[in-house]
């Protein structure tokens, strides 16, 4: 490349230069197939193969010319340079490829017939015809010159191949290197038959360089295989499907017949004088890239009709999606309504679909779907509508009915058609449905709506035990309502400050003297104004904002206990109640203790309140978190004892410290109620647990319990739920911090609505 002599060694060392290259290109390619199985190991080895037979033939080549200082052809060299090509063709066509469609392929196919055509037409002009006119005779030499031309046309076919037919397996990286390998190759080969036509070619020059660099690509792209052997795979396994090209398999046609029309216009001989020459070639590629065409118009409009089938159903199952079901749904209602016939819509979900993709996965999950979208199609009639609207939720659109009674036949069918069992990998899984029937046009002749309104009856259905079917109810629509309005003020209320935590005392029934509080979230809305908890906590917890909602009382609750216990009260604890998704939550002991930390308090100024169903969600995480709590000194009781479960197990099993008998075995003393709290006493004694009788409201009641023996009370007849400024005030006034509960106490009138203990 530089020139520097001596001139005598130059071509010494451009014979000589190619053999450590071809030796490491070989050697990375062959390590590489190593490293693979199956048809990627043979697809490395056959390029392996091929790269060390054109490092042969060099080596042949090599020492043919220094033996008789002239240019030895045809010679044996010659078998190991045409070698490579059929190698890297076996190569190639080892490795594994993106499917395609049949259409596609032909097309293909056809782009590689008229590149190739083209490239061969102009080889014919530049350098075959002079090849041939100059060993005529010569039927050896002139059959391994032709064959030079020839494998430069099935390279050109391979370099196209790996463009259009993209081997899964092989990184874009490699791609690009083999294919570069492969073009420097080509234009090398093109530029040798133009100058050695021309007897312009010696040894030594820059193009000697382009077959060098063609095995430098070679021996990169084996060596990024070899690097990222364990992630290709994992790669390639992602692409799945059909996959379209991107513009070439356009553009090589049309640029082809360009190339083709301009070598004839530039080396054949236009004039008029003797007729215009038809060039066959020509002809063969024109006729080659109206095919081409032709075959891109019926490509095009299958895509077309795959399109549009793709944005009309669902990809899963098969079935309309929402977008085709809502232009269907309103095209049956206006024939319903000039036929003056019925037009049913049944919403369905299916219950326990959750647990099916929790513990056996989604690929189970979508073969549910797809059983149970075959067997819905089994319960409806010919003119009826199918479709999946989402995860595991479908709509049957039932049309020409006369009686709104055809429905729930149907809605019946279709529980007993889903309620059959599923068998995956011979497991059998049994699923229920929850449906929502709405009839149109009597309620309405709008599609939205009557899709509002069958989702609406199918969450009803779901409120009633779920497995069964629910008609439309206008009030669901009013109750739904008032479920976004209440979510929508509730949002703004955690934004504005519009809550506030007040507390009920918790006496000790022997002298009492109040030991703690209950802190009880109140809200006072300036729309809607005082909104009951037992409103607005189960729309919290449906819409997620429990969780907000309950980490600003206990902040606010527990700066308070620190506030009492600066002021000479250092005993005094606050219960809180916590929800089941609170308690279950990853990390909510930590963030409990992060927050008596930040207040400097020691955990036994705090106690949970649970309920029983919410600690038996999921037993063996509850027990370990009750333990954890444990462990921090914060205690946890049981709330509403009696009217759940109540099963002595569990309080064997949850290591729970404190019991409250629930209000509605205080409300009436009589001789039952008296033994049942005789005997959860007793009970919750023997266990080491402390009892808190609730909802005492009257003197006679707390006479009794102190009798039976119950530690602790709370209700009216102590105090009602009171903000602590207000507690503040009427400590202040009573001259000491630890106040007997009686000396508090205000009017309580029947109607007030914040009861104790919520």
């Not at 309103?330 to 049944?346: D, F, G, K, N, Y």
């Not at 779907?369 to 010919?382: D, S, W």
């Not at 006369?402 to 011979?426: C, F, M, N, Q, Y």
């Not at 370990?624 to 004892?641: C, K, P, Q, Y």
Request: contains cysteine.
């Amino acid at each position: 490349m530089t020139g520097a002599g001596p001139e005598s060694l130059r071509p010494y060392l451009g014979n000589l230069i190619y053999f450590p290259i071809y030796a490491l290109s070989a050697a990375l390619t062959l390590q590489t197939a190593r490293r693979h199985t199956g048809p990627e190991r043979r697809a490395w080895g056959w390029l392996a193969l091929g790269i060390f037979s054109w490092g042969l033939g060099q080596m042949v080549y090599t020492c043919l010319y220094i033996a008789t200082k002239t240019n030895p052809f045809p010679s044996l060299a010659d078998v190991g340079y045409l070698a490579l090509i059929p190698c890297f063709v076996l190569g190639i066509a080892h490795f594994p490829r993106l499917i395609h469609g049949r259409l596609q392929n032909a097309s293909f196919l056809l782009d590689i017939m008229i590149v190739v055509l083209a490239c061969g037409d102009l080889l014919w002009v530049l350098d075959v015809r002079a090849t041939a006119e100059a060993y005529q005779g010569q039927a050896f030499a002139l059959s391994i010159a032709l064959a030079y031309p020839i494998t430069d046309l099935a390279l050109c076919a391979l370099l196209l191949s790996l463009m259009l037919w993209r081997p899964r397996h092989l990184t874009v990286r490699q791609l690009g290197m083999l294919a570069l390998g492969l073009g420097l190759f080509l234009l090398a080969d093109l530029l040798y038959a133009y100058r050695t036509s021309k007897n312009l070619y010696e040894l030594g020059q820059l193009l000697d360089t382009l077959w060098s660099w063609g095995a430098v690509c070679f021996g990169i792209a084996a060596f990024m295989g070899r690097v990222g052997a364990g992630t290709t795979h994992e790669a390639s396994r992602t692409r799945t499907g059909p996959v379209r090209t991107g513009t070439e398999h356009l553009l090589l046609p049309n640029a082809a017949i360009v190339v083709v029309y301009a070598v004839f216009f530039m080396l054949h001989d236009p004039s008029l004088k003797n007729g215009v020459e038809i060039n066959p070639t020509l002809a063969i590629v024109t006729l080659l890239v109206l095919l081409r065409q032709v075959l891109g118009l019926v490509d095009n409009t299958r895509l077309h009709r795959c399109l549009a089938y793709q944005a009309e159903h669902d990809h899963l199952t098969g079935l309309f999606n929402r977008v085709n079901l809502q232009r269907y749904l309103a095209e049956s209602i206006s024939t319903a309504s000039h036929r003056e016939q019925l037009v049913a819509v049944l919403f369905l979900d299916l219950d326990r679909m959750k647990l099916v993709n929790d513990s056996l996965g989604h690929p189970a999950g979508d073969h549910v779907l797809k059983e149970m979208a075959h067997r819905l199609v089994g319960t409806v009639g010919v003119g009826d509508i199918l479709a999946r609207v989402g995860g595991d939720e479908f709509v049957v659109v039932l049309t020409g009915l006369r009686h709104a009674d055809e429905a729930t036949r149907v809605a019946e069918r279709i529980l007993k058609a889903v309620s059959l069992p599923v068998t995956i990998e011979g497991q059998e899984v049994f699923l229920t449905a929850s449906i929502g029937l709405t009839v149109c046009p009597t309620e309405t002749h709008d599609a939205d709506i009557a899709l509002k309104q069958a989702d609406i009856a199918m969450y009803q259905a779901k409120r009633h035990g779920k497995a069964t079917w629910c008609w439309y109810d206008e009030q669901d629509t009013l109750t739904a309502v008032e479920q976004v309005r209440l979510d929508t003020h509730l949002r703004l209320a955690l934004t504005r400050g519009e809550f506030e935590v007040h507390y009920q005392p918790i006496v000790r029934l022997v002298d009492g003297v109040v030991v703690g509080y209950e802190a009880l979230l109140r809200w006072t809305s300036p729309v809607l104004g005082a909104v009951p908890p037992a409103k607005f906590i189960p729309v919290a917890e449906a819409h997620g904002l429990i969780d907000p909602l309950g980490d600003w009382v206990l902040h606010t609750a527990l700066a308070q206990i620190r506030t009492w216990r600066n002021a000479d009260w250092p005993t005094i604890y606050v219960t809180v109640n916590v929800s089941a998704m609170q308690f279950l939550r990853e990390g909510f002991v930590a963030s409990l203790v992060a927050i008596l930390t930040e207040r400097d308090l020691p955990g036994d100024a705090l106690v949970l309140e649970l309920t029983e169903s919410a600690l038996i969600t999921d037993m063996t995480r509850s027990v370990a978190t009750l333990r954890e709590l444990s462990a921090f000194g914060i205690r946890v009781a049981l709330d509403d004892f009696g009217t759940g479960y109540s099963s002595l197990s569990y309080l064997q099993q949850l290591p729970v410290q404190v019991l409250k008998v629930d209000r509605s075995f205080v409300k009436a003393m009589d001789t039952l109620n008296v033994t049942l709290v005789q005997a959860m006493v007793t009970m919750a004694h023997g266990l080491g647990l402390t009892v808190v009788a609730e909802g005492i409201e009257e003197t006679g009641q707390s006479e009794i319990l102190r009798t039976l023996g119950c530690d602790m009370g709370q209700g009216y007849l102590f105090g009602r739920p009171q903000p602590a400024m207000l507690l503040d005030r009427q400590r202040s006034e009573s001259g000491r911090p630890e106040t007997s509960a009686l000396t508090l106490m205000v009017p309580v009138h029947r109607d007030d609505w914040a009861g104790d203990g919520r």
